[in-house]
């Protein structure tokens, strides 16, 4: 796990000043050594050290240091947080010289000994024990195909310079980072958009229309836009290439991954075998480190079956010393899932780190947060993960794994419910609909009416929804009325017909691209690599594969990993029918201690973007109105302080 950049110069004259720069900007992303290549047409790469350059990289290469004014067509720079093979062998940027290849990589893949193990029968030959050393093989051996085998989370930039050409990947669901920006100088490839904002000539401009989706809906990275219009992410799944041999910088983004579920045809217990089967052998890949690996703990299900899981691979190989968890915790029980946690740690005699997110840190380190998220968040629930990974950091650790992506493949998340109605509706599953709306009431103590109404309405189109009051009518586009000039607060025409509609929206639009993109940056900031066992692709071509009633059963969400969980989870987190996540007790600072400073941080966005992209007497009115209790609580009042606070600091 690291923090890389590439720049490809439009004249090859140009300096490397920026290239110092950018990397000195994200030594959070690797504090353990740093690394430089450059790269002039009709001559060999030069590796170079860098002022930071660990000492032991120093000794046994005994690079030259890249000083200001060197010039080059493509730079890479690197910043290193040693994982794998913790010898200079794994420095970076690394070279393969027969095949006239370079990279720069941050990330992990996790089947890297599979892969070597292949080339190796292929006549390969490796000087380390990196995985970067296979990419750089494996790229040798079969091109772009090899990023099918890749099991890992991964963005890089290779330079063939032998062909003069130059490929930068993403991973399948973008869970690494990749940002591009073709400026006047050249196109910056980079881990984090504060490396690209040191670029020569580089003017901030802020994308409204993004920034309106962000303050109506809390919606981020649901596109390839930034809130600067000039930079964009590198979507998921996707490659840049780029001739070389061509002055002009011109290059294409072409797809390599497209997520095809795999349709189950077998039987219900085999597919609970299967999918303890894919979730143990991803959590056991997940292991692979030379360093220790720890947990992130909430307590909910996601986490504590990864816990429980790791706990029997470990004990299996001899390992008897337990994990080491992270667990945010809360004063209020209405918040805090500590009792929920500490099941999970008797049961796997984990050492558990508690960390208590208090309002006066979030005062404290507010501007600190947002400077390494690059970008607003949706709500306090990001800070939250924060602590955790500081907490993290003080305790010693460097890698940790933790449930991100579960929920949106696994169908945990209470807005699926519309959908997964209207599916059963359109297949005519007439009695699993009557007998799931039966086991609704059972659960929650009303009728399901809501979503059999607005299941007949996507089953039926505007024939029906035409007769139906204007409150009840699921088209129907809520207008925010704070923001200036309007805004839905949706960023889907219509609702998804089908569970499985519902489900893929979710991994790549929204929420899943912006929750890993906080989980990066937050792990990041605090030097740790976070491994998302959920994110296996393999799980995720799996459980989209599944039908509707495997994931929903009588009421109960995610059913089926419940059941794959069976005896392996203590029975309080198999049971357990609540869903938190990453939450704070944002509304109890909002109308507490909180409330002045939240008050006064509105008032300052309403006074510098009123009339232009807020109205702000009713943002005011708005925001009153969720303090005083007339109105539900929501996350608005924080966009719009976290949009302000993040403008203002730019």
């Given at each position: 796990?690291?923090?890389?950049?590439?720049?490809?110069?439009?004249?090859?004259?140009?300096?490397?000043?920026?290239?110092?720069?950018a990397?000195?900007?994200?030594?959070?992303?690797?504090?353990?050594?740093?690394?430089?290549?450059?790269?002039?047409?009709?001559?060999?790469?030069i590796?170079?050290?860098?002022?930071?350059?660990?000492?032991?990289?120093?000794?046994?290469?005994?690079?030259?240091?890249?000083?200001?004014?060197?010039?080059?067509?493509?730079?890479?720079?690197?910043?290193?947080?040693?994982?794998?093979?913790?010898?200079?062998?794994?420095?970076?940027?690394m070279?393969?010289?027969?095949?006239?290849?370079?990279?720069?990589?941050?990330?992990?893949?996790?089947n890297?000994?599979?892969?070597?193990?292949?080339?190796e029968?292929?006549?390969?030959?490796?000087?380390?024990?990196?995985?970067?050393?296979?990419?750089?093989?494996?790229?040798?051996?079969?091109?772009?195909?090899?990023?099918?085998?890749?099991?890992?989370?991964?963005?890089?930039?290779?330079?063939?310079?032998?062909?003069?050409?130059?490929?930068?990947?993403?991973?399948?669901?973008?869970?690494?980072?990749?940002?591009?920006?073709?400026?006047?100088?050249?196109?910056?490839?980079?881990?984090?958009?504060?490396?690209?904002?040191?670029?020569?000539?580089?003017?901030?401009?802020?994308?409204?229309?993004?920034?309106?989706?962000?303050?109506?809906?809390?919606?981020?990275?649901?596109?390839?836009?930034?809130?600067?219009?000039q930079?964009?992410?590198?979507?998921?799944?996707h490659?840049?290439?780029?001739?070389?041999?061509?002055?002009?910088?011109?290059?294409?983004?072409?797809?390599?991954?497209?997520?095809?579920p795999?349709?189950?045809?077998?039987?219900?217990?085999?597919?609970?075998?299967?999918?303890?089967?894919?979730?143990?052998?991803?959590?056991?890949?997940?292991?692979?480190?030379?360093?220790?690996?720890?947990?992130?703990?909430?307590?909910?299900?996601?986490?504590?079956?990864?816990?429980?899981?790791?706990?029997?691979?470990?004990?299996?190989?001899?390992?008897f010393?337990?994990?080491?968890?992270?667990?945010?915790?809360?004063?209020?029980?209405?918040y805090d899932?500590?009792?929920?946690?500490?099941?999970?740690?008797?049961?796997?005699?984990?050492?558990?780190?508690?960390?208590?997110?208090?309002?006066?840190?979030?005062?404290?380190?507010?501007?600190?947060?947002?400077?390494?998220?690059?970008?607003?968040?949706?709500?306090?629930?990001?800070?939250?993960?924060?602590?955790?990974?500081?907490?993290?950091?003080?305790?010693?650790?460097?890698?940790?794994?933790?449930?991100?992506?579960?929920?949106?493949?696994?169908?945990?998340?209470s807005?699926?419910?519309?959908?997964?109605?209207?599916?059963?509706?359109?297949?005519?599953?007439?009695?699993?609909?009557?007998?799931?709306?039966?086991?609704?009431?059972?659960?929650?103590?009303?009728?399901?009416?809501?979503?059999?109404?607005?299941?007949?309405?996507?089953?039926?189109?505007?024939?029906?929804?035409?007769?139906?009051?204007?409150?009840?009518?699921?088209?129907?586009?809520?207008?925010?009325?704070?923001?200036?000039?309007?805004?839905?607060?949706?960023?889907?025409?219509?609702?998804?017909?089908?569970?499985?509609?519902?489900?893929?929206?979710?991994?790549?639009?929204?929420?899943?691209?912006?929750?890993?993109?906080?989980?990066?940056?937050?792990?990041?900031?605090?030097?740790?690599?976070?491994?998302?066992?959920?994110?296996?692709?393999?799980?995720?071509?799996?459980?989209?594969?599944?039908?509707e009633?495997?994931?929903?059963?009588?009421?109960?969400?995610?059913?089926?990993l419940?059941?794959?969980?069976?005896?392996?989870?203590?029975?309080?987190?198999?049971?357990?029918?609540?869903?938190m996540?990453?939450?704070?007790?944002?509304?109890?600072?909002?109308?507490?201690?909180?409330?002045?400073?939240?008050?006064?941080?509105?008032?300052?966005?309403?006074?510098?973007?009123?009339?232009?992209?807020?109205?702000?007497?009713?943002?005011k009115?708005?925001?009153?109105?969720?303090?005083?209790?007339?109105?539900?609580?929501?996350?608005?009042?924080?966009?719009?302080?976290?949009?302000?606070?993040?403008?203002?600091?730019?």
């Amino acid at each position: 796990m690291c923090g890389i950049l590439s720049i490809v110069n439009k004249a090859s004259k140009t300096g490397s000043e920026s290239l110092l720069k950018a990397c000195e900007i994200i030594r959070h992303r690797g504090p353990d050594d740093e690394g430089f290549l450059t790269w002039v047409p009709g001559e060999a790469p030069i590796v170079w050290a860098g002022s930071d350059t660990a000492a032991s990289t120093h000794s046994h290469f005994g690079y030259a240091t890249l000083v200001p004014g060197q010039g080059f067509r493509v730079g890479f720079g690197h910043r290193r947080l040693s994982i794998l093979d913790l010898s200079p062998m794994g420095h970076q940027p690394m070279l393969h010289g027969p095949a006239g290849l370079a990279i720069t990589f941050n990330g992990e893949i996790y089947n890297y000994l599979e892969i070597k193990a292949e080339l190796e029968t292929k006549g390969h030959h490796f000087r380390s024990t990196s995985d970067t050393e296979v990419i750089l093989h494996a790229w040798q051996e079969w091109g772009v195909k090899c990023l099918d085998r890749f099991n890992g989370m991964f963005s890089f930039v290779i330079l063939d310079h032998h062909k003069k050409e130059l490929f930068a990947v993403r991973d399948r669901f973008g869970v690494k980072p990749l940002y591009y920006y073709n400026g006047e100088t050249g196109l910056y490839l980079a881990s984090e958009i504060k490396q690209i904002k040191t670029a020569p000539g580089y003017q901030f401009r802020l994308d409204e229309k993004i920034t309106r989706q962000y303050l109506a809906t809390g919606a981020v990275d649901h596109t390839s836009n930034t809130f600067d219009p000039q930079i964009k992410h590198l979507p998921a799944g996707h490659y840049l290439y780029m001739n070389l041999s061509s002055d002009e910088n011109e290059f294409e983004i072409r797809k390599w991954y497209s997520l095809t579920p795999k349709k189950w045809t077998g039987s219900r217990e085999e597919a609970v075998s299967e999918l303890r089967r894919l979730l143990t052998d991803s959590i056991n890949l997940r292991l692979r480190s030379d360093v220790p690996v720890g947990s992130c703990l909430s307590g909910g299900l996601d986490s504590s079956s990864i816990v429980c899981i790791a706990a029997q691979l470990l004990k299996a190989k001899g390992d008897f010393a337990g994990q080491e968890t992270v667990t945010a915790c809360y004063e209020s029980a209405k918040y805090d899932e500590w009792k929920f946690a500490q099941e999970v740690i008797k049961a796997t005699n984990a050492k558990p780190h508690r960390v208590f997110p208090s309002f006066r840190q979030l005062q404290d380190e507010v501007d600190q947060f947002l400077f390494y998220q690059d970008e607003p968040t949706g709500s306090t629930s990001q800070f939250s993960q924060w602590a955790v990974f500081k907490k993290t950091h003080e305790a010693g650790l460097k890698v940790m794994v933790d449930g991100q992506g579960a929920d949106e493949q696994l169908a945990g998340y209470s807005g699926n419910d519309l959908s997964f109605y209207s599916g059963l509706l359109k297949k005519a599953r007439f009695l699993t609909l009557l007998d799931e709306a039966r086991h609704y009431k059972k659960e929650k103590g009303v009728w399901p009416k809501g979503f059999l109404l607005g299941a007949l309405q996507l089953n039926t189109g505007a024939a029906l929804s035409n007769l139906l009051p204007q409150n009840a009518r699921i088209t129907r586009k809520h207008e925010v009325n704070w923001i200036a000039n309007a805004e839905p607060a949706t960023i889907y025409g219509t609702h998804a017909a089908t569970l499985e509609e519902n489900l893929l929206r979710q991994v790549y639009f929204e929420p899943l691209p912006a929750l890993l993109r906080y989980e990066d940056h937050n792990s990041m900031a605090w030097s740790v690599e976070s491994r998302t066992p959920f994110m296996d692709y393999r799980l995720l071509e799996f459980n989209l594969g599944l039908p509707e009633t495997y994931l929903y059963k009588r009421g109960v969400r995610k059913a089926i990993l419940r059941e794959a969980m069976h005896n392996i989870l203590p029975p309080a987190i198999e049971n357990r029918r609540d869903k938190m996540g990453f939450v704070t007790p944002e509304e109890l600072w909002l109308k507490g201690e909180g409330k002045e400073w939240f008050i006064d941080g509105i008032d300052r966005a309403c006074k510098q973007f009123g009339g232009q992209i807020l109205d702000a007497a009713n943002v005011k009115k708005y925001v009153a109105s969720i303090i005083d209790g007339k109105q539900p609580f929501d996350f608005v009042p924080w966009r719009i302080f976290c949009f302000h606070r993040w403008h203002n600091r730019l």
